[in-house]
């Protein structure tokens, strides 16, 4: 078992990252265990406007140099940092779950995913940026280019709290850029860790400032600055839009990630040992806490029966505690409002008359545990089935068809990731072309995406950017187009 992280007089202590350096801030934010809220496992300056204006007074200074860097150095940099936090993946995995709550095999694959980002970008430094276009005119040499932004606001969420800073981070880097960089107050190690490894790399001083504290304190300093060229944010849909909203008037390019009411359809024909296990996975693991976890399971009446059995003892089966435990599947939601929030939606389900088939209250210890919780015969245009909960709780509804049932699916404001479990190449084929979201997934669950591959919703669950592989260069960079006529 990794070693977890000391409570009491030997609670290590964080300061900002300003300008290549680290200092301490204005006042202290305790970072608790989710499993045991009387531990601490860190405590964090917090920042105020004034060290907003220095991380990007100090971001402005170093991005010409940046800019100005080889690709090829930063892609050294990159992969120095990535060895770094291979190196230390354990440590990583033992606070993360301290401080987040997901179980420790999550937890590292949580950290091996930040070294596979890493390395992804720092290889991609190596690759073409542009295009060698033809011109009408016989001497005219025309070609594109792609530039970074500038300075680019980095604000990232809880839920994945070393992944999404590196799947943000890494790219920004690697294609020109200064950073601004707040991680959420509930998770805040596991961005020091990664400060700390870019930092050790090499990334020269003010091309990465990290600030922590309240997103009531400093969230609108951090946004509106006058020195932000982008704003990249993963979270809630209210924070997010207001973000947009804000921003976009300025001319300020953003990137939003937001919120998800994910399903899964199965059909007659589905192997409901796959589709069983995945829609589990999709929707318990990590405690449901993910913008693609499995909210919605959308059964074909012949199979419904025997599929809601199955789902039943594999969930009853599942064991809730502390994620640092030995045969633990699911640990505690992130924190006691977060917790609350799951509360209510279990009270919106009662009052709203769904089939309570297992869990539907607070889990036993002192940690901010929910049991895991299924209900059946869920109408679709419900509160419960068209609201994001974010937390181990699934809806069963039931279609008669494949078309029925991708009308349920669509039927929601969110439009980020869907399942299908078939054997049927035509329906797959169907579900791909006719699903209202940016990830499809044909017998596997919802929750799963690769580093290498574009990510991101359609309709409200983000502002139709999208992050990681490749596709990641549109946000953080712009094209300049040259005609050069000898």
């Known amino acids: 078992m990794a070693e977890i992280p000391p409570s009491g007089p030997d609670v290590p202590s964080y300061g900002l990252f300003l300008d290549g350096r680290w200092g301490q801030g204005q006042g202290a934010l305790e970072n608790r265990n989710p499993a045991d809220p009387s531990t601490v496992v860190s405590t964090h300056t917090l920042a105020g406007p004034q060290d907003v204006e220095q991380a990007y007074a100090a971001a402005r200074a170093a991005a010409p140099g940046w800019r100005r860097t080889s690709p090829v150095k930063r892609g050294e940099i990159l992969y120095r940092a990535a060895e770094l936090i291979a190196s230390r ?15 420790l095999a999550e937890a590292r694959g949580e950290a091996g995913r930040a070294v596979t980002i890493l ?83 090499g990334l020269p001083p003010g091309v990465l400032n990290m600030v922590t504290g309240m997103p009531a304190e400093i969230g609108d300093a951090l946004t509106s600055h006058v020195e932000a060229d982008g704003i990249s944010f993963t979270g809630s849909n ?47 693991f990590s405690t449901g806490q993910k913008c693609t976890a499995t909210s919605r399971a959308i059964l074909h009446p012949s199979i419904a029966d025997e599929f809601t059995e199955r789902m039943l003892s594999a969930t009853r089966g599942l064991r809730v505690g502390d994620g640092a435990r030995e045969g633990v599947h699911i640990g505690p939601l992130v924190s006691e ?24 209250a607070a889990g036993d210890g002192e940690g901010w545990f929910v049991q895991p919780t299924v209900y059946a015969g869920v109408d679709p245009g419900s509160r419960l089935g068209q609201e994001e909960v974010f937390g181990p709780v699934l809806g069963l509804m039931q279609a ?45 669950e919802t929750a799963g995406a690769e580093p290498q591959a574009p990510f991101g919703g359609m309709k409200r669950s983000s502002s139709h950017s999208r992050e990681q592989g490749k596709a990641a260069v549109h946000f953080f960079t712009e094209t300049k187009t040259v005609y050069i006529t000898a």
């Not at 990630?257 to 318990?284: C, F, H, S, W, Y």
């Open 238 to 284: 209210p924070v997010g839009r207001a973000i947009q909203a804000a921003a976009v008037p300025r001319g300020v390019k953003v990137q939003l990630e937001l919120g998800g009411k994910n399903p899964v359809i199965v059909l007659a024909d589905a192997d409901l040992d796959v589709a069983v296990d995945q829609t589990l996975r999709g929707a318990m």
């Open 400 to 444: 008669d068809d494949l078309e029925q049932a991708l009308e349920i699916a669509n039927s929601v404001e969110f439009g980020l990731s869907a399942s299908l479990f078939t054997r049927d190449l035509a329906a797959a084929l169907a579900f791909a072309r006719e699903a209202e979201v940016g990830v499809v997934h044909v017998n596997s």
């Open 119 to 201: 390395r992804f970008f720092a290889g991609d430094c190596s690759q073409p940026t542009g295009e060698m276009l033809p011109s009408v005119a016989d001497r005219t040499l025309l070609y594109s280019v792609r530039e970074p932004l500038g300075v680019v606001c980095v604000i990232t969420p809880w839920n994945f709290p070393i992944a999404i800073p590196t799947w943000k981070l890494a790219p920004a880097l690697a294609y020109g850029n200064a950073v601004v960089f707040k991680p959420s107050d509930l998770t805040p190690l596991c961005a020091v860790r990664l400060v700390e490894a870019l930092d050790e790399a």
């Open 337 to 360: 409002p977060q917790r609350e929030r799951v509360l209510s939606y279990l009270d919106v389900a009662r009052d709203e008359a769904h089939e309570l088939l297992t869990g539907g």
């Open 89 to 103: 993946v354990e440590q990583i995995a033992a606070e993360l779950t301290a401080e987040e709550g997901k179980t």
